[in-house]
């Protein structure tokens, strides 16, 4: 289990952003005061797209300058592709904010195959966190997640091997059967554990199954993979909306 578990429900899409936005906020200070730089893996989806937009709308909030931006997951499109996660953050968010270019980490899907771009990233987390592939594992500040409906989160699909994964921070991963059917990269359940906090944003009638598979059924990772997030030293906060949480009993 996680240092803390929290679970907070919201009426709306607005006051799950708006705690979205503070949870971001405090992350970002607490890491800056701590170690005098804020790492970030941002996440894609409709899930993040008001927090995004708001982040954006008070740039003076965030010491960007500190900011360290990687995408927990991404589509193997080009960033200026409408599917690419990379390309949704910089329309909503990172065109916005004083963040150095040279702190902003996309996965390189340039790359000749999603393996290769997967294997080049955890170069990457490697460099700018100052750890070893095979040595210490790289914590994140904060990790955003979505989840889909079936439970997925990052681009950790039901059933599929990639959960199992235990020897790399970053895996290629074939299409689930949500859409977009597009290959994806993903950072694996060691790199989303290792983070000092996790903050999922989860909204919508969709996900009301799945949430409550997982909070009252005794859902396994390999049903609803983001039953798995549970940092080992580090918070875990849902924030549902009254839709997502619909079928909770309490
Ligand atoms: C992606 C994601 C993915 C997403 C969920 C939830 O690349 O699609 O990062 O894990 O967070 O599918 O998406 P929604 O927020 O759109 O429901």
Same mark, same amino acid.
């Given at each position: 289990?996680? &240092?803390?578990?929290?679970?907070?429900?919201?009426?709306?899409?607005?006051?799950?952003?708006?705690?979205?936005?503070? =949870?971001?906020?405090?992350?970002?200070?607490?890491?800056?005061?701590?170690?005098?730089?804020?790492?970030?893996?941002?996440?894609?989806?409709?899930?993040?797209?008001?927090?995004?937009?708001?982040? @954006?709308?008070?740039?003076?909030?965030?010491?960007?300058?500190? @900011?360290?931006?990687?995408?927990? &997951?991404?589509?193997?499109?080009?960033?200026?592709?409408?599917?690419?996660?990379?390309?949704?953050?910089?329309?909503?968010?990172?065109?916005?904010?004083?963040?150095?270019? &040279?702190?902003?980490?996309?996965?390189?899907?340039?790359?000749?195959?999603?393996?290769?771009?997967?294997?080049?990233?955890?170069?990457?987390?490697?460099?700018?966190?100052? /750890?070893?592939?095979?040595?210490?594992?790289?914590?994140? &500040?904060?990790?955003?997640?979505?989840?889909?409906?079936?439970?997925?989160?990052?681009? =950790?699909?039901?059933?599929?091997?990639?959960?199992?994964?235990?020897?790399?921070?970053?895996?290629?991963?074939?299409?689930?059967?949500?859409?977009?059917?597009?290959?994806?990269?993903?950072?694996?359940?060691?790199?989303?554990? @290792?983070?000092?906090? /996790?903050?999922?944003?989860?909204?919508?009638?969709?996900?009301?199954?799945? /949430?409550?598979?997982?909070?009252?059924?005794?859902?396994? /990772?390999?049903?609803?993979?983001? @039953?798995?997030?549970?940092?080992?030293?580090?918070?875990?906060?849902?924030?549902?909306?009254?839709?997502?949480?619909?079928?909770?009993?309490?």
């Amino acid at each position: 289990m996680p &240092d803390i578990q929290s679970i907070e429900m919201f009426p709306n899409g607005d006051a799950l952003t708006e705690r979205a936005v503070a =949870l971001f906020l405090e992350a970002a200070r607490d890491a800056v005061q701590a170690r005098g730089r804020f790492t970030v893996a941002l996440t894609g989806g409709s899930g993040p797209v008001g927090t995004y937009e708001r982040l @954006a709308r008070s740039p003076e909030a965030v010491d960007w300058a500190k @900011a360290f931006i990687f995408l927990g &997951d991404e589509r193997f499109v080009p960033p200026d592709d409408a599917r690419s996660n990379y390309g949704q953050a910089r329309r909503l968010l990172l065109d916005h904010v004083p963040v150095p270019p &040279d702190q902003v980490f996309p996965v390189p899907t340039g790359a000749a195959s999603p393996a290769e771009a997967a294997s080049e990233y955890a170069e990457t987390l490697a460099r700018v966190f100052g /750890v070893t592939p095979g040595g210490p594992l790289p914590a994140f &500040d904060l990790i955003l997640l979505g989840m889909g409906d079936d439970g997925h989160c990052a681009s =950790l699909f039901p059933h599929m091997p990639t959960l199992a994964v235990a020897d790399a921070w970053t895996v290629s991963s074939p299409p689930g059967t949500l859409p977009p059917p597009v290959n994806r990269v993903t950072v694996t359940f060691p790199v989303l554990n @290792a983070a000092r906090r /996790v903050v999922f944003l989860v909204g919508g009638e969709n996900k009301a199954s799945a /949430v409550k598979d997982i909070f009252e059924g005794g859902a396994t /990772v390999e049903q609803h993979p983001a @039953a798995g997030v549970n940092p080992a030293h580090g918070t875990l906060t849902w924030l549902l909306d009254k839709a997502a949480a619909g079928l909770l009993a309490r």
